[in-house]
């Protein structure tokens, strides 16, 4: 049900990125009133979607800050993505499947409880 409710709200974060040059573009779209969408947007057009049920949009701040310098570290490792060695791979599921980047990003979704 989640998976449903952060992609329909795609649509609204596609929007809010041209209104804004801010990379954290707060709550995007509500759910049944307890169920909050928040974006972020990379320099680089890389979009995070986290859907929460709490307002606490410093912390979700400092999340995606975290998650969005994790991503930028892992990218810029010349281990990174090798195209000879990717197994059917695209760039964001291998980051995905990266256990560095996984423990990273679990680590500090603690702050968010």
Request: glycine share 4%; hydrophobic share 40%; net charge negative.
């Amino acid at each position: 049900m989640r998976q449903f409710v952060i992609a329909s709200s795609l649509d609204r974060l596609n929007e809010r990125k041209w209104e804004t040059h801010a990379t954290y573009l707060k709550i995007i779209d509500t759910f049944d009133a307890d169920c909050f969408i928040h974006a972020y947007v990379t320099q680089g057009n890389i979009h995070f979607v986290l859907l929460t049920t709490k307002r606490e949009e410093q912390n979700v701040k400092q999340f995606f800050e975290t998650v969005h310098e994790a991503t930028t570290k892992v990218r810029m490792s010349p281990f990174f993505y090798d195209d000879s060695d990717d197994h059917g791979l695209g760039e964001m599921d291998w980051l995905a499947a990266n256990a560095s980047f996984d423990a990273k990003v679990r680590r500090c979704s603690r702050v968010l409880g």
